[in-house]
């Protein structure tokens, strides 16, 4: 009997979808009045972004990430069904 491999990548863009989509779910769960600890949330990245010039091309590099309880029940949820599919 063949056996499936289970692959990381789509393993990511469940976590990452997980996340995207109880982040949005907790955005919606904050104007409930008994949801709001849905959109309690963290952030945490580079307050000031970085940039690079070079002269000719200039980079700038920023990174801010925004985590919330509903974001995490997401992202659990997203593993539970990858690990069930």
Known sequence: MATREKNIWILLIFILSGLVVGGL???????????????????????????????????????MFKISISSI?????????YKKI
């Open 25 to 63: 779910l907790g955005e919606l769960a904050s104007r409930v009045n008994w949801l709001w600890w849905l959109s309690y949330s963290q952030s945490f990245g580079l307050q000031n972004p970085i940039t690079l010039d070079l002269n000719v091309l200039s980079i700038t590099f920023a990174m």
């Open 73 to 81: 029940i997401g992202m659990v949820l997203a593993i539970f069904i």
